[in-house]
Structures are given as C-alpha cells and as structure tokens.
C-alpha cells in the first residue's frame, strides 16, 4: 500500500478480504452543503453503502495522509471546520506537505481511491465545462482526471450550471465512456434528465461490472462514469430550477466568484434561493447513487 495511504480499521478488513469498497468525497461534506445537513447525508450515505453489501471509504487528506474511511470525530470536523481546504489535482501534495485539513473533490478523490486500490468511488454531481467556459476556460480537473485514472465514478450527471454539451464533448474527446443508467439521456442533476443524447445505456449493474472488466483488460485508463438520474419524485422540473440558476449564475458575476469558489459558491446560492428545496434533492441523489454504487462495487465481484 502506498505510504500515504492510512486506511480506517473498517476498509482496511475490507480491502484485506477482497469485499467491495465504494469511495465516497468529502467536498460535498465541506463545501457543497450546509451543516448539519452535510454531516446527516455523509452518514446516511456510508449506512446505505453497508445495507447494500458494500464497505464505504469517505476519504479526506489530513496530518500529512490520504485518509481512507473516516471515523465521527473525523466527518464532524470536516462538517464543521472553517479552514477546510478544497483539494483538486493540483492542491494534492501541497495541502499534504503543510499538513492541512483538505476536503477532496470528485478528482482528488480518484487519485486518492486508484492508490488504495478501490474500483467504484459514488458522489452527488460532477465539475465540467462551466458555462462561457470557452471563454473564461473553467474546466473542472474533474474532466482530466476522468481522462487519466480507471475507476468507476457513479453520479447523477452535472448540474445546469454546467454547460452539459460542452461537458460531454470534453468527455468524448478524452475517450471517456459516460454510461445512462436505465435511461438514453445525461441526468442534469436535479432533473432526470436533459437534451444531451447518451450513446451508452446500461439497465443492469452486473453489466457495467462486464464494462468496467473490459476496460480493465484492455489497459484503457480512462474512468467510466455512470450516470444516474434522480429518483423522480425528488426532482426539480427544469422550468422551475433554470431560473433560479439564472439567477445564481448572475450573482456570481456580480460577485466576481470565479476559480475554485465557482462551484461552492453557486451550490450555496442555489440552496439559498430555493429554500432548501435543492438542498433536499441534492441529497436524496446521493442516497440513489450510494446504492448503485454499492450494487456496481457487487457485481463487480464476480471479476475479481
Ligand atoms: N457538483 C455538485 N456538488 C459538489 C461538487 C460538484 O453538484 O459538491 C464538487 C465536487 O467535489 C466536484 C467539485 O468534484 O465540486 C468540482 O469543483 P470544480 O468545478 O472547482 O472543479
Ligand atoms: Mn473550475
């Protein structure tokens, strides 16, 4: 195991046995939700990875180490400090020489789970092409990294403050393979789905265990990225969510947000104008996903 790495006593029994592992992020603890709400979904979302036969692995960096599972006092402070930092790629091993506290996002997090040997990682919603991100050139390294590391990233598409087209046509280029869960279309996060037609459709978990095997096999190193749509009756119809995103996005320019802060920043707002609304739906999605996730991580299994 890389030196780095200090595993929880849960995953390391785990990953000894060879039982399935989901990873899970932390910047969605501490930056993309409010306490104590984000403390409430990291656990529930742990408890819902067991109920469905799979061992969860929030990771975060701190004391120097990529720490694997995370234990109350951990999740808590992560909850609730105020100096937590937001880790992509590039904050990795700066935010581990100063020994900071640091929340990972969906990139950090693969590195993280590539080097604890973990297959299936399970978050809310992806960074992408930002809108006028052809423009301004804010590309989440969540792209990149999707490009370069060889797990299986379960979400529920990217938010509409993302530009979805430009997203998938990033995606393409980089010979990622973005695979609809029981549906033809991208997810668009709060809504099931959008107008971005998918060119992969998976109604089964065993078959993307059959998809991630392949992929292993024949050395492809990109990431699969399964997208799974909200449950419906916790989605927020697109007439009712593009205005209040309008809205956000205005705001931050308003503001001028941009950089790392982009996406907390317009998370925050979103909640703020939609009385929580969003807030509850962002939720429920990652519960949907830690059980796809968990089923995936399952399946898998059988390759093992
Ligand atoms: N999208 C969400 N919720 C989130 C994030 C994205 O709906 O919490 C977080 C994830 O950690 C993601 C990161 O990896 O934001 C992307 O940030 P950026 O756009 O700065 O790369
Ligand atoms: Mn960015």
Redesign the pocket.
Same mark, same amino acid.
């Given at each position: 195991m890389n030196p780095l790495i200090r595993l929880s006593q849960e995953v390391k029994e785990a990953l000894d046995h060879h039982q399935p592992v989901v990873a899970l992020?932390s910047? @969605?603890i501490s930056?993309?939700m409010p306490y104590p709400q984000n403390v409430e979904m990291a656990r529930k979302t742990e408890q819902i990875i067991r109920e469905h036969g799979a061992v969860p692995a929030t990771i975060a960096l701190m004391d120097g180490k990529i720490q694997v599972g995370l234990d109350d006092q951990q999740l808590e402070l992560l909850a609730t400090a105020p100096n937590v930092a937001?880790v992509?790629r590039r904050d990795f091993a700066e935010i581990l020489a100063s020994q900071q506290i640091g929340a990972t996002?969906?990139?950090s997090t693969m590195i993280a789970a590539k080097l604890a040997g973990i297959k299936v990682f399970v978050?809310?919603? @992806?960074?992408g092409v930002h809108r006028e991100g052809q423009d301004s050139m804010d590309i989440?390294?969540?792209l990149e990294e999707l490009s370069q590391t060889n797990l299986t990233v379960v979400c529920a598409g990217a938010?509409a403050i993302l530009d979805l087209g430009r997203t998938m046509e990033y995606l393409e280029t980089k010979g990622v393979p973005v695979v609809g869960y029981q549906t033809d279309y991208l997810p668009a996060?709060y809504s099931r789905t959008s107008d971005v037609a998918l060119n992969l459709r998976k109604d089964h978990p065993e078959e993307i265990a059959a998809l991630m095997h392949y992929q292993d096999v024949a050395e492809l190193k990109s990431a699969i990225l399964v997208t799974n749509p909200i449950p419906a009756e916790h989605e927020i119809p697109h007439e009712d969510i593009d205005q209040i995103i309008q809205q956000a996005l205005a705001e931050e320019k308003e503001a001028g947000v941009h950089g790392?802060d982009?996406?907390?920043f317009l998370?925050a707002k979103i909640v703020e104008l939609t009385e929580g609304r969003s807030l509850a739906s962002?939720i429920e999605l990652v519960y949907n996903n830690a059980r796809l996730g968990a089923e995936i991580a399952v399946a898998y299994q059988a390759y093992q």
């Open positions: 992020e910047t @969605i930056h993309g937001k992509s996002t969906v990139a978050t809310g919603g @992806i960074g989440s390294a969540d938010k996060f790392k982009s996406t907390p998370l962002n």
